[in-house]
């Protein structure tokens, strides 16, 4: 799987990308940070991170993009910042029909570090350990990109194994629904097991 990761931000923006799977050494393909000048107008800004974001997408062509999820906090300025950037890379992923995983900070930080609480050292030193990286990537927002596509490497994969289990369960039961009403070898009415009539032998259920 190739996983793009986005810490979203208005002032910075890390991007982060990452190929592998669960259980299997990861590979680096790129990481870096899109930055704005704080005194740009909104509009502006938001179209730098979108430039930025389609050009690392025609590059990296990502399997899926794993972009951190917006929590409120005090600075009310902040976060409406954040979000703005974090809907910028889901339309963007959006428009080309890539799946998108939100992962909570805690998320990543348990997924990646083995405890929810980890700071932001914490963190790069585990993403420059699985990465096998020469040293950690700076500014704190690329190592929490590569942390972000790390984790939904690690538990995207799995909830993708769990769908296709589930989408193959439904499958082969709704295969036996449609062959079960001929089972007994009668040909009734479309809808006659289903209505219930037990004088014939029909499923009530």
């Known amino acids: 799987m190739r996983v793009m990761g986005v810490d979203p931000g208005l002032t910075r923006c890390g991007l982060g990308a990452v190929e592998g799977r669960p259980g299997a050494p990861l590979s680096l393909l790129s990481v870096g940070v899109v930055r704005t000048p704080a005194d740009d107008d909104i509009g502006s800004r938001l179209v ?7 050009r690392w997408l025609d590059e990296i062509r990502p399997d899926a993009v794993a972009v951190e999820r917006v929590f409120a906090q005090h600075n009310v300025r902040t976060v409406m910042g954040t979000a703005q950037a974090s809907a910028v890379a889901i339309v963007c992923a959006a428009r080309r029909g890539l799946p998108v995983a939100l992962h909570t900070p805690s998320e990543v930080k348990a997924a990646i570090t083995g405890n929810g609480n980890a700071d932001k050292k914490q963190v790069g030193t585990m993403v420059t350990r699985l990465l096998r990286l020469d040293a950690m990537p700076k500014p704190a927002d690329a190592a929490d990109a590569l942390a972000l596509a790390i ?3 690690w538990r995207g994969g799995a909830h993708k194994r769990l769908a296709d289990a589930l989408a193959r369960a439904r499958s082969a039961g709704a295969g036996a629904g449609i062959g079960g009403s001929g089972s007994s070898g009668r040909t009734g009415r479309p809808g006659e097991v289903a209505a219930g009539r037990p004088d014939r032998g029909g499923d009530t259920r």
């Not at 730098?48 to 389609?54: F, K």
């Open 48 to 54: 730098v991170i979108e430039a930025e974001i389609e």
């Open 151 to 153: 984790c939904h490497v």
